[in-house]
């Protein structure tokens, strides 16, 4: 797959969701125009490509200048990380605050749109391509998936964004909002928030299923790793069925996951140091390469570094720092702790110890930071752009573990979802130690959990292991609004923010599970397209 993403399409698609009027209707000079494309089984690859590229700009941070990465926004709605000082916008949407003009929420939200732009034409125009028929449903599996998973995006990030299921011409564009209903079982205190009708969530979980029943492998292998195969696909479709609480359809996906010859990685720092892109831990990754001038380099290694500790190519940005708060949800020697996160003068990178000079929240991200050479471990690294060849995980074996734990423990099955906490637990026995000065030699394994707790002690102890096991990783944030859970926990006094600035968050139920229409694109449609409530 990262031999495939070299490919760049250059498509006269500036605006790919329309067709040309009259005044427009001309060949344009230098590109290929979707009149003369879509021919051939390279155009339906390079389109495939151009579609697969959309992963790239925003969840590994492609592009240095742009403030849109979904994945801080994972991080930055709950209380685990706090943004560079630079970020306003980070701030405002950490504390319910951000104006509905902001522009984060508009690149956010039009960048899932251009994604669906060339996801919908090329579903449209390769079916007629005269090409192997394998292949032509091969690609077909990965639109239809491409397409489901930027329309789950749309949906619990916006909730009412429009549905498009189809290129569209200029007087089309002015759509109304999806229907999006949710509900709150006030029977329960965790897991009491589902969403019970939502238009996106429908039209992904079609495409999702029409994925399934194209010819897509059950788990990708050799040169085809990185590209959508039924895994990746169950995956996507698992959280559609959370978010809706259809706990045994749940149940069915995860398990045909589980079946598929996942395993996790022995050492849990492996995941993030881009020396095993594509493991048997990797159920979905953006892919990335380096130095080919291809516009597929990785950025998010100066994104998430610390701060002007020099640990990496550019110095490393720190747009997002953890907090003493997740810092403190650490169990005492769980070997996470050190391999997410860098503690003023007790870890170190490479003989280097961590001097927070930004005077930031004493703690710096540690996951992903890719030093230069000769310690980038073969990691290929531009020293000039300061870009990185490392792929960017979005789904790990570890997380379908916790969410079979998850539909156990709704399904009155607290023994068995212990069970797959505890898988994930075990493998503090073989997570090393990445400090060199501060080295432990001693591995920690932690304790099992009981197989004997009650649905709420078995919920709160998934939700700590999730945590801890994906922080930094844009998770968090969103699992507190899928659970119903985020008003009470981020407005707990105890939270690190509330304590240095009482009431900082400011979490409204009702409202903030999601974010609001960008008000420019309200403006554009002249009133057919309506705000989300509450903003």
Not at 252 to 275: C, H, R, V, W
Not at 400 to 427: F, I, S
Not at 438 to 453: F, G, W
């Amino acid at each position: 797959m990262k031999q495939i993403i070299a490919v760049t399409l250059y498509l006269g698609l500036a605006w790919a969701l329309t067709s040309c009027t009259s005044r427009l209707d001309k060949m344009p000079y230098g590109v290929v125009s979707t009149d003369n494309f879509y021919k051939s089984a390279d155009d339906a690859q390079m389109a495939v490509t151009a579609a697969y590229k959309s992963f790239e700009l925003l969840d590994g941070q492609n592009t240095w200048n742009t403030q849109a990465g979904y994945i801080p926004m994972g991080d930055i709605t709950s209380a685990d990380a706090q943004a560079h000082p630079d970020l306003v916008v980070y701030y405002q949407i950490q504390q319910s605050i951000c104006p509905t003009s902001s522009d984060q929420f508009l690149m956010l939200y039009q960048r899932c749109y251009k994604a669906l732009a060339l996801t919908n034409i090329a579903l449209e125009r390769i079916p007629d391509i005269d090409m192997d028929a394998d292949l032509k449903s091969q690609y077909m599996g990965e639109l239809y998936f491409i397409r489901g998973f930027f329309l789950f995006r749309l949906g619990y990030m916006f909730g009412t964004a429009p549905l498009v299921t189809k290129s569209l011409s200029i007087d089309e564009l002015d759509l109304p909002n999806s229907v999006r209903e949710a509900s709150w079982d006030t029977s329960k205190s965790y897991n009491n928030y589902t969403i019970t009708h939502s238009e996106l969530f429908d039209q992904a979980e079609a495409d999702f299923l029409a994925a399934l029943n194209e010819k897509l492998p059950d788990k990708c292998t050799g040169d085809q790793m990185g590209r959508a195969d039924k895994g990746a696909v169950k995956a996507y479709l698992t959280q559609v069925y959370l978010y809706e609480h259809r706990w045994q359809d749940a149940k069915k996906q995860l398990e045909d996951i589980m079946s598929y010859g996942y395993a996790l990685l022995p050492d849990y720092n492996d995941l993030f140091d881009g020396t095993h892109d594509n493991s048997t831990e990797a159920v979905f990754e953006v892919q990335y390469t380096a130095l080919n001038q291809k516009g597929t380099d990785n950025f998010a290694t100066v994104l998430n570094a610390p701060n002007a500790d020099g640990f990496v190519a550019g110095g490393g940005w720190g747009w997002t720092r953890p907090t003493p708060d997740l810092e403190q949800e650490y169990e005492e020697g769980d070997p996470r702790l050190q391999a997410t996160i860098f503690r003023k003068g007790i870890d170190d990178f490479f003989g280097q110890m961590f001097a927070d000079r930004v005077n930031g929240t004493g703690l710096g991200t540690r996951k992903w930071c890719i030093a230069n050479p000769p310690n980038n471990k073969g990691v290929t690294i531009d020293q000039v752009s300061w870009y990185n060849s490392c792929n960017f995980t979005l789904i790990r074996y570890s997380e379908v573990l916790l969410w079979y734990a998850e539909v156990m423990n709704e399904l009155g099955d607290q023994a068995t979802a212990a069970r797959y906490v505890n898988m994930v637990r075990a493998r503090t026995a073989t997570t090393t130690d990445p400090n060199t000065i501060n080295h432990e030699p001693v591995v920690h394994e932690l304790d099992p959990i009981s197989t004997t707790l009650t649905y709420d002690q078995m919920f709160l102890a998934i939700m700590h292991e999730r945590r801890v096991e994906f922080a930094m990783e844009g998770k968090f944030g969103w699992d507190l609004r899928r659970w119903g859970i985020a008003y009470d926990y981020l407005h707990d006094p105890n939270r690190w923010q509330n304590q240095v600035t009482p009431g900082y968050f400011t979490y409204k139920k009702d409202k903030d599970e999601i974010f609001p229409i960008p008000q420019i694109e309200i403006d554009r449609s002249k009133g057919i397209l309506k705000q989300n409530s509450g903003y």
